[in-house]
């Protein structure tokens, strides 16, 4: 199964101009076998354990989360985030074998389209990415981050 969650403030306006453009194709967006668009998810990781492949943005939290779960993913980093973060973090997971990435200058119908198909095309594949994926990911980030939140209020405290 693929999940198409359309992200952040604008994902509702951006959903409203897929539905369009799929209307104007003839394409009926509840009866895309295997495809799921959504404006936005509540059930985060729910939806991305149930998937096969994660197309995502590329914020640090996403990267986290998808290394944590395992999952492959094609990445499309936000072009104007500060620094081009956003580009090095997917660059990250690329380089470990867990992603490949689409600028979004480059993004199209069609190279989204073979990106997919190679990918969904080699299922041992898929698999060697989610397990990279979880080779890079950092166990216990939460804990690590109470842990550190607890010593700075135990610092300022004194």
Known sequence: MIIIKLSGLHGPKQYDAIIEELVKANIDANNIDNVKILPYIYNME???NSSDIIISRSGAMTITEIAAIGKP???IPFPFATENHQEYNARVLEKAGAARVILDKDLNAEVL???LHDMLSD????????QNAKKIAIPDTLDRIYGEIKKLINNVGM
């Open 123 to 130: 299922k041992n594949k898929l698999i060697q990415m989610g």
């Open 73 to 75: 993913a094609i990445f």
């Open 46 to 48: 729910e939806v991305m």
């Open 113 to 115: 389209t073979k990106t």
